[in-house]
């Protein structure tokens, strides 16, 4: 990974499509502190960040990794499962189209981009309430030229995305939540580091090579990690946790 597209949070972040709406809404103050130290991580290890202005009508807009699927010198620009998120497809088409050619999504698929798990030649991908059939299969038709396998994998009920429990280190490593995507629905990966379920959000978490940001607060995980070769970087992120959000919604990479 060399290059990220990233977007802060608008105040608008309080209105955030949120699925488990118990807790107390999102607050956009602390989001973007958090958000500043997941840039400047980034940047830190090298990575090209170009930052795109708030969106201050689209209360999800952060989290761009839904809109699109970068991969294989192409960018798939995904139709959310979400209405209410698909205006925020436009930003991100402008900002990619300007270095990658580009691929649109038509209904009646839909696809979140966060439920796509890029590993090596494969694409899992989940088959959850944003993602259906027909997103799969144009993923599938888009990507089969350019010799990558895309695999449905069933997401448990109640997660929203296939990455809220687990995400790749690198072309051979996976990070995996206990009790969620069984092993064998991801054929071909070496290695699966699992995470404890009390610790299950901290399957989501981003590699630039040996070193991993991971969300703070999750010991067990972060010693996991460490003790499989990688340096570990912990960031807050319960501002993002709050919106139902996690390291790799908030940008994508290529």
């Given at each position: 990974?060399?290059h990220a597209l990233v977007r802060p ?104 981009g966060g439920d796509v798990l890029p ?94 940001l991971l969300p703070a607060g999750y ?36």
């Amino acid at each position: 990974m060399e290059h990220a597209l990233v977007r802060p949070p608008s105040n608008a972040l309080r209105r955030a499509v949120v699925g488990n709406a118990a807790g107390p809404p999102p607050d956009p103050v602390r989001a973007r502190m958090q958000h500043a130290a997941y840039v400047a991580a980034l940047r830190d290890l090298g990575v090209v960040v170009k930052v795109l202005p708030p969106a201050e009508e689209e209360p999800d807009a952060c989290f761009v990794e839904d809109q699109a699927v970068v991969y294989a010198g192409i960018a798939v620009i995904t139709r959310c499962g979400h209405p209410a998120r698909r205006p925020e497809a436009g930003a991100i088409a402008d900002a990619l189209a300007v270095v990658l050619p580009l691929v649109r999504m038509e209904a009646p698929a839909t696809l979140d981009g966060g439920d796509v798990l890029p590993v090596g030649r494969t694409l899992f991908v989940g088959r959850s309430r944003r993602t259906n059939a027909a997103g799969i299969a144009f993923l599938r038709e888009v990507m089969a030229p350019r010799g990558i396998a895309v695999r449905e994998v069933p997401v448990p009920a109640g997660t929203l995305h296939l990455q809220s429990v687990c995400s790749a280190l690198d072309d051979d490593t996976v990070l995996l939540a206990r009790g969620t995507v069984p092993a064998v629905a991801l054929p071909g990966v070496a290695r699966i580091l699992e995470v404890p379920a009390e610790e299950a959000y901290a399957a989501n978490a981003v590699a630039v090579g040996e070193d991993v940001l991971l969300p703070a607060g999750y010991p067990v995980t972060a010693r996991r990690v460490a003790e499989a070769g990688y340096r570990v970087h912990p960031l807050p992120m319960d501002a993002f946790r709050a919106a139902d959000g996690a390291l790799t919604c908030l940008s994508l990479r290529w």
